[in-house]
C-alpha cells in the first residue's frame, strides 16, 4: 500500500518526508530521528552558511546509516534600493525599542549580494559530501547546477504551487516535486504565478498536478497524520512532506515558545504574511504580523526584509516573548501533538493500515 | 466502503451530493437526475421565490421518486444608509453604460428588507410540500425554525467553514453539516468568522472538524471526481457536494459562457471576490472582478450588492459576455468535464473502486 516508485528510488520504508524547515528548526537529531524511523529526514539548509551545510551533513552521517536530503534556497533577484532598506528599517524601529534594542537606519545593500556564492558552495559541499537527495525551495536551479547534481547520481526534488510551476520543474529535469497547498505553514515556494492564484488547497491541487505530470508527486501543506497520508495517495500523489508535525516533535529545534503556539492554536489562527521575510508565509497571527500589516505591500523582497528582522526575531526568541516570533504553521494545528518522531511516524503507519481496511 | 450513515440517513445509494447551486444552476432535471443516478439532488433556492420553490419542488416530483433536498440561504443582518446604496450604483454606471443599460442611481432601501418573509415562507413550503431534507447556507436558522422542521422529520443539513462553525452547527440540533474548504466556488458560507480566517484548506479542515464534532462532516470544495471521494473519505468525511463537477454537466442550468470558462480555465485563475454580491464567492477572474478590486472594501454588503448588480449580470448573460457575468468555479477546473450526470456519478464510482483497490 505504501511502497512505490518514492520508496524505492529514495530507499526508504514509508513515503513520508519530513519537510526541511531552516532557521534552526531540522536540528541533526529531528533528520536522523526522521530517517531512522523510515522516512526521509530533511536538512532546511537555507539560511546556512557552506562551512555549517558540511558540519551539519557530517553529523547527521554519525546519526544514522539511512538515507537523508538537503533543501537549498534557489536564490532569486531582487530590487531594491539603499532608501527603501532605510524606511523599511525605520518602520521596525519602535519595535526594536520595545525590544531593548539599538535602533538601526538601513543596511549596504552589498551585504545581500552573496547569495549566488553561497548557493554555489552549498551545491559543491552536496556533491562532496554525496549527499543522496537534494530538493529546491523558490525556483529551479540552472541548468548546469542541475546537470552537475546529476552526473553524481544525486536525486533532485523540486517545489511547485501550481500545475505550471509542477510542469517547469518536470521540464528542468527533477526527479520527483513536492506540490505545497495553500495549507501549507512557512515560506510558499511560489516562483512563477502571483500570491493570490498560486494559493490553491491540496484537495484541488494534487490532482490538477497528477494529470499533467508523469514525475512522481509528494504532497505538502496541512499533513499531520495517516488521514492526510492516505488521502493524498488517493488523490494521486505517491508521498507526503509534512513541516508543522516535526516541528512540534520534541527532537525538533524549534524555539518552545513556538511549539507552544501551535500547540494551543486553532485552524483559523494563521494567515500569510510578508512581513518577516520579504516573502509570503504562513504562520500563527502574533502582534508583528498585525502591525505590519498596513505596510505588507511595501515592504522590500526577501532577503532584504529577512535580513532587516532578524535582530528582532532573535530578541524576541531570546525573551521567550511570542509577539515578535515567526511562528511558522500550517493550517492545521489542531492535530499537533508533543511526541517523539518515531511515535508520529509508527502511530501513522499503524493508522494507515486501519483506514486502509476500512475504506 | 461507500455505504454509511449519510447513505442510511439520507436513503441514497452512493454519498454524493450535488451542491444547491442558486441562481438558475440546479434545474428541475439536474436535481432529479442527480438524485435518479444515485446521488442526492439539491434545489439551490436561494433566489427563489416561494411560489417558485413550491414549483421546482412539484416539478422535480414528477422527474424522480427519490429523495431530493433543497438549501435555503439564512437571511443575515446588513448595515446600509441611502447614500451608500447610491455611491455603490455610482461606480457601477460606467458597466451599464458599456452594456447600454440605463444608469441607475440606487434602490430605496426597503427592497432589501424582505427576506426574513421569503425565508420564512420558503420554509412552510418546504414542510408542506415534505421535502425530506433541508440544508442551510449562510447561518444557522433560528431554534424554532430548526424544531418545527425537526418535528416534521425533515433531515437538516448546515454549512461551516470553520471548526467553530461546524460546533455550532451541531449544537444547533443539525444533523449533519457540510464542511467547505477555501477550494470552493461560489459563496463562501462564512458566517462566524472572518474572510481571511475561514480560508482553511480541506486536507486541514476535514480532520479538525471530524474530531470536534459527532454528527456526519459531508466534505465540500475542489472535489470533482473519485479522487476527491476517496481522499475525503480516508480525511474522515462521510460524503462530498460537489458544485463545480455538477455545474458543467450537460443538464446544468448555467449559462454556456460560464461553462466554456470553467472547461477553459486553469488552477490559479480563480479568486475570491466580493464585487457582484457584497458576500465573498470563489469565481473565474474577469473584466468584472479586476475593475471592482479597487473598491471590494467599500461594496455595501449582501444582498445590497447582489441586488445592484442584478441588471449587469443578466445584461451580460443575454449578451454572451463573460466579462461582467460570475463565473463561479471551485479551484479543480482543469478536472470539470462536459458530461451527461449519469456518466460523472457512474465513473467516480467506477474510478472509487479501482483506487480503493489499489491502496
Known sequence: MLNNEITERLKIEYPIIQAPMAGG????????EVSNSGGLGMIGAGYLT??????????IKQLTSNPFGINLFVPNEFNVTESEVKSASEVLNPIREQLNLSRKDGFEISTFNNAYETFNDQVKVVIEEKVPICSFTFGIPSKE????LKQHNIILIGTATTVREAIENEKSGMDMVVVQGSE????????????QESQVGLMSLIPQVVDNVSIPVIS??????????MASICLGAKGVQMG??????????????????????????????????????????????LKM????????????????????????????????????????????????????????IAEAKKINSYI
Open 220 to 229: 505538502a501543506g496541512g499533513i499531520m497524520d495517516a488521514r492526510g497520508l
Open 184 to 195: 501549507a505553514g512557512g515560506h510558499r515556494g511560489t516562483f512563477i504565478d502571483g500570491y
Open 145 to 148: 547546477v542541475i546537470a552537475e
Open 244 to 289: 508543522t508535525a516535526f516541528l512540534t516533535c520534541v527532537e525538533s529545534g524549534a524555539h518552545k515558545v513556538h511549539k507552544e503556539a501551535i500547540l494551543n492554536a486553532n485552524e483559523d489562527q494563521t494567515l500569510l504574511t510578508r512581513s518577516f521575510s520579504g516573502k509570503w508565509a504562513r504562520g500563527i497571527k502574533n502582534k508583528f504580523i
Open 293 to 348: 500589516k498596513k505596510h505588507e505591500d511595501l515592504l522590500p523582497d526577501y532577503p532584504v526584509q529577512n535580513t532587516l528582522t532578524q535582530d528582532i526575531r532573535k530578541a524576541s526568541s531570546a525573551q521567550n516573548n511570542q509577539d515578535f516570533m515567526s511562528l511558522w504553521s500550517g493550517q492545521s494545528p489542531r492535530l499537533a501533538k508533543s511526541q517523539t518522531v518515531e511515535s508520529l511516524i509508527k502511530n501513522m
Open 50 to 59: 557552506p562551512i555549517q551545510t558540511r558540519e551539519q551533513i557530517r553529523e
Open 25 to 32: 528548526v531540522t536540528t541533526s537529531k529531528l533528520v536522523a
